[in-house]
């Protein structure tokens, strides 16, 4: 889950917090030899580091951190370490709908477009029909379309809006499939109904009453935090890397709280105890027993020979559910760039367990959680660890056969139909926002606003994208590919991307415009005028510093410099003017070039 200025007013409201709710109870034989076996199991995965907390009732009987925060200056991983929790962050965007419901007259049965008035989805079925427990259980139809915030993460009001243009890959209700704008619309009509944002929410309603003072909303605020954790990946197998923070601002109610194990831990006393905290309802009683209700079935979940204690998958509202061992199981997993989280409860044994790591795309949370969760409940020894790396073993093997057996269909020696400059320029998608082609040297890139990709060309004018952040890597196996189409003038005119998410078949369509060239009113003046083309007078002019060109009977077009005295109409792929200047730099006439051919006028 690829960003929140937080505007954090650390204000404890309520201070209740007697020491014994944050002992952690000694000599606990559960835990005998725990240490170790978490190291292992940090020394097997090549992992950084990982903290974890246990809460028996209201108490909390295991805290303790492992590894390093901070590998280069061996800093130690401790339970006041604090992560990232990616989609752990979701219980409280849910749980925040749940006590506005009451408040604010919230009914999750309506249509959602019901209290946004002016908000659209694809169709305007779907919006009349898609209610809010459709969004907070991920059956609206809609795929994850994940890739348009990675793309371009904008602010929270663009990226809403993006959403009317998302196509569904199923029909409502039909199938689960997660999606994380849902979760953004949930903050985003909090904050509406509320007056205020949806950090601020969060802090008031949520982290203050539960004293939740090492919690945040920004990695930027992290940053600055006494002891953050740096976050990690593996390469070359057994390499401890350390990655960037990925900022996702305008996605936060979907992912970006950062918090410690410690401060987790109250968040699960109130969940193990029905919503309430000591004596204090926070999230109401009715809600709570929504939320960890079955609203949509995941998948099958089938009992497995190996595992035939471990099965079913549904989700409520921000939790998965399914039954470990013959134990009900809350839980929800969270993942952003160089961390993995994992929160989970058990309502009728009153345990829950977090588990926050700072390695991407881990294993590692799923193993420690599962690891305690059968010596806290009591059950028989299962060695999560092993099974985990012969599983990964087996999916590496698979993939490397499934590599070789794969018939490429790359025609060689192909050559590209335009210069490598005529690709470059800003790709618009409605649903994806925006990126940029630029060239550097004799190659092409993607610039994303926290990313860039090489673009290295396939065949003719279809490219394949490659990371740079760790280098050129020529092996990577990557699905999408970039189609650059030429128009009718014989400009490229968009780029079809294609395998840009799994469960998306149709490639999406970005429009090619030129970059737009700074210009000082002096230049632009240059430009202004009248003239004539077949006896029709044609003006141009400056409105706001802003040229536009009027023909008589057709709406005045604005326009963009985009270089040599070129124009491009803004919105209106395709066409532009391009300006002829005499030897002392005044304009004497103007071309419109279009699809259909040039027309020329001259200055009066």
């Known amino acids: 889950m690829k960003k929140i200025l937080n505007?954090?007013?650390?204000?404890?409201?309520?201070?209740?917090?007697?020491?014994?709710?944050?002992?952690?109870?000694?000599?606990?034989?559960?835990?005998?030899?725990?240490?170790?076996?978490?190291?292992?199991?940090?020394?097997?995965?090549?992992?950084?580091?990982?903290?974890?907390?246990?809460?028996?009732?209201?108490?909390?009987?295991?805290?303790?951190?492992?590894?390093?925060?901070?590998?280069?200056?061996?800093?130690?991983?401790?339970?006041?370490?604090?992560?990232?929790?990616?989609?752990?962050?979701?219980?409280?965007?849910?749980?925040?709908?749940?006590?506005?419901?009451?408040?604010?007259?919230?009914?999750l049965d309506k249509p959602f477009s019901n209290y946004l008035k002016d908000f659209k989805f694809y169709s305007n079925e779907l919006t009349q029909q898609i209610t809010l427990r459709d969004m907070m259980s991920h059956r609206t139809g809609l795929p994850r379309h994940d890739m348009s915030w990675i793309i371009d993460p904008n602010t929270r009001e663009n990226l809403t809006k993006r959403v009317e243009f998302m196509p569904p890959s199923a029909p409502l209700r039909q199938t689960w499939q997660y999606n994380n704008f849902m979760y953004l619309l949930q903050g985003v009509l909090a904050e509406k109904l509320t007056g205020t944002s949806w950090e601020s929410n969060i802090q008031h309603k949520i982290f203050s009453k539960?004293?939740?003072?090492?919690?945040?909303?920004?990695?930027?605020?992290?940053?600055?935090?006494?002891?953050?954790?740096?976050?990690?990946?593996?390469?070359?197998?057994?390499?401890?890397?350390?990655?960037?923070?990925?900022?996702?601002?305008?996605?936060?109610?979907?992912?970006?709280?950062?918090?410690?194990?410690?401060?987790?831990?109250?968040?699960?006393?109130?969940?193990?105890?029905?919503?309430?905290?000591?004596?204090?309802?926070?999230i109401p009683s009715s809600f709570v027993a929504d939320a960890i209700s079955s609203q949509m079935i995941m998948t099958a979940a089938l009992p497995s020979?190996?595992?035939?204690?471990?099965?079913?998958?549904?989700?409520?509202?921000?939790?998965?559910?399914?039954?470990?061992?013959?134990?009900?199981?809350?839980?929800?997993?969270?993942?952003?760039?160089?961390?993995?989280?994992?929160?989970?409860?058990?309502?009728?044994?009153?345990?829950?367990?977090?588990?926050?790591?700072?390695?991407?795309?881990?294993?590692?949370?799923?193993?420690?959680?599962?690891?305690?969760?059968?010596?806290v409940l009591g059950l028989k020894y299962f060695d999560w660890n092993t099974d985990a790396l012969n599983s990964t073993k087996k999916a590496k093997e698979f993939a490397e056969k499934?590599?070789?057996?794969?018939?490429?269909?790359?025609?060689?020696?192909?050559?590209?139909?335009?210069?490598?400059?005529?690709?470059?320029g800003a790709y618009t998608n409605s649903a994806y926002g925006k990126f940029e082609v630029i060239q550097k040297g004799d190659s092409l890139f993607v610039k994303l606003k926290d990313d860039k990709w090489w673009l290295g060309q396939f065949h003719y004018d279809i490219f394949r994208p490659y990371e740079t952040s760790e280098g050129i890597d020529s092996t990577e196996n990557n699905p999408i590919r970039f189609q650059f189409n030429t128009g009718l003038n014989g400009e490229i005119e968009s780029a079809t991307v294609f395998g840009l998410e799994a469960a998306i078949p149709a490639p999406v369509v970005f429009s090619r415009s030129n970059s737009a060239k700074e210009m000082t009113l002096d230049d632009l003046n240059k430009y202004t005028g009248a003239f004539l083309l077949a006896g029709t007078e044609i003006k141009t002019y400056l409105k706001e510093k802003v040229l536009y060109v009027f023909v008589p009977g057709q709406p005045e077009y604005e326009l963009v410099p985009v270089g040599d005295n070129k124009f491009d109409f803004v919105k209106i792929p395709g066409y532009a003017v391009q300006f002829e200047m005499n030897e002392k730099g005044i304009t004497r006439s103007l071309t419109f070039k279009q699809p259909n051919g040039n027309f020329k006028a001259t200055k009066k």
């Not at 950062?258 to 699960?268: G, R």
């Open 210 to 282: 539960l004293g939740m003072r090492s919690s945040n909303f920004s990695i930027k605020t992290m940053a600055n935090y006494n002891e953050p954790a740096f976050g990690y990946n593996v390469i070359k197998d057994s390499v401890i890397h350390k990655t960037p923070y990925y900022d996702i601002d305008g996605m936060g109610p979907a992912g970006s709280i950062n918090s410690t194990v410690i401060d987790m831990a109250q968040w699960l006393k109130v969940w193990i105890n029905g919503g309430k905290f000591d004596t204090l309802q926070i």
């Open 402 to 424: 499934a590599e070789k057996s794969t018939v490429s269909n790359q025609v060689l020696q192909t050559k590209t139909s335009h210069a490598l400059n005529n690709y470059t």
């Open 7 to 107: 505007s954090l007013l650390v204000i404890v409201t309520l201070f209740i917090f007697a020491s014994p709710l944050y002992a952690q109870v000694k000599n606990d034989k559960r835990f005998a030899g725990i240490e170790a076996e978490i190291n292992k199991i940090l020394k097997d995965h090549h992992a950084a580091g990982v903290a974890v907390a246990v809460v028996e009732k209201n108490k909390i009987i295991f805290s303790k951190g492992f590894g390093y925060r901070d590998v280069a200056n061996k800093l130690p991983a401790t339970d006041s370490t604090q992560f990232p929790i990616g989609s752990c962050t979701k219980a409280f965007t849910a749980s925040l709908i749940g006590m506005l419901q009451k408040e604010k007259g919230i009914d």
């Open 305 to 375: 020979a190996e595992k035939p204690d471990v099965h079913f998958m549904n989700y409520g509202f921000g939790w998965m559910l399914s039954s470990y061992k013959g134990h009900y199981r809350a839980e929800h997993g969270g993942s952003i760039t160089g961390f993995t989280a994992s929160t989970c409860f058990f309502p009728t044994d009153s345990i829950g367990i977090v588990v926050l790591v700072n390695q991407d795309g881990s294993k590692v949370h799923s193993i420690v959680r599962n690891t305690i969760a059968d010596r």
